[in-house]
């Protein structure tokens, strides 16, 4: 396998296999290197995807791989990226098998990782009825009892979008709910609970919320809950080429992808809190788009 690529792409999930497509249809040596470890993993369905609304996350990221092998100027390799640093005019890439790459361009598509908390049964119900995102998930949870797992501003604000999928919704805030008297006055209008009971447990049947159990041993019946969680970048790597990385934890792009540091760009969720498949696919298609006309820029001389 040849080690010299123009463009390198960290991460092979949906931002990472739209960039490497882009990429082997505009004719630009492209490696994609891929851990196989993509944030969305826990959960069995995927939605707000035209065409594959409902599949598993898993099964259409195998259909993108298998776009790729038609595109002789794009390779992929399941392996983990453990160091990066800059070599004169290119990227030289470290893997833990101790394989180095070369490249002009880095594309990062490493999404993100999410800080779950060890309460029991909460990983076990995460991305199933443990969820984040109304319009990934919301439709399935409609109508259902269901919870939010935050405090202060962030559960107000919360409850006020989620109340559109369901009624019967209730607060819990795992301890004080820091909220103002007039936000609690607003919830208690329309009959949105607020419950400050430290959490226990999280009991389930196989990844399906059943209720939530308190340091009291009382309980609560639950169907769905939706959970504020914060998120990291996945590894240091951006971090230690001086990429700028915003106070959410996130890399900050601009339009066009590009980062602090030149030539490297980002896409998918690792840059936006707004977490989708489409984003990320969208996302990758402008990294790909950007990184190519810089390959050509740089290859022909017009000046």
């Known amino acids: ?20 497509l882009t990429l082997g249809r505009s004719l630009t040596p492209t490696l994609i290197i891929d851990s196989g470890e993509p944030c969305n993993a826990p959960t069995p369905h995927a939605h ?25 100027h794009v390779e992929f390799i ?12 290119q990227f030289l890439i470290l893997t833990d098998t101790d394989e180095e790459y ?9 999404g993100v990782k999410d800080l779950l908390p060890e309460t029991k049964g909460f990983k076990e119900c995460w991305g199933k009825t443990i969820i984040h995102c109304p319009y990934c998930h919301g439709y399935e949870a409609k109508n259902t009892k269901t919870g939010i797992l935050a405090k202060g501003e962030q559960a107000f604000e919360k409850a006020k979008m989620i109340f559109h999928w369901t009624k019967d919704l209730t607060i819990f805030t795992n301890g004080p709910h820091e909220m103002t008297a007039e936000q609690l006055e607003i919830l208690s209008k329309k009959n949105i609970s607020v419950l400050e009971k430290e ?11 059943e209720a939530l159990e308190f340091m009291d041993n009382t ?13 990291a970048q996945p590894n240091s790597l951006a971090i230690d080429l001086g990429i700028e990385i915003s106070e959410s934890g996130h890399i900050v792009t601009n339009e066009f992808q ?24 969208a996302q990758g298609n402008i990294a790909g788009v950007v990184a190519n006309r810089t390959y050509i820029q740089n290859k022909y001389d017009f000046e």
């Open 258 to 281: 590009t980062t602090s540091q030149p030539k490297i760009l980002a896409a998918g969720d690792g840059t936006t809190p707004m977490r989708s498949l489409s984003q990320a696919i």
């Open 102 to 110: 070369f490249a002009e361009q880095i594309i990062f598509a490493t």
């Open 219 to 231: 309980r609560m019946e639950l169907d769905h809950l939706y959970a504020l969680l914060p998120t």
């Open 199 to 209: 959490i226990k447990s999280y009991l389930h049947d196989e990844g399906k919320l």
């Open 78 to 89: 399941n392996n983990r990226v453990v160091h990066i640093e800059q070599k004169e005019d």
């Open 48 to 72: 707000n995807l035209i065409t594959h609304d409902g599949k598993v996350p898993g099964e259409i990221a195998h259909l993108g791989k298998k776009d790729l092998e038609k595109y002789d």
């Open 1 to 20: 396998m040849k080690k010299q690529f123009e463009v390198i792409i960290i991460g092979g999930s949906f931002a990472g296999l739209s960039a490497g």
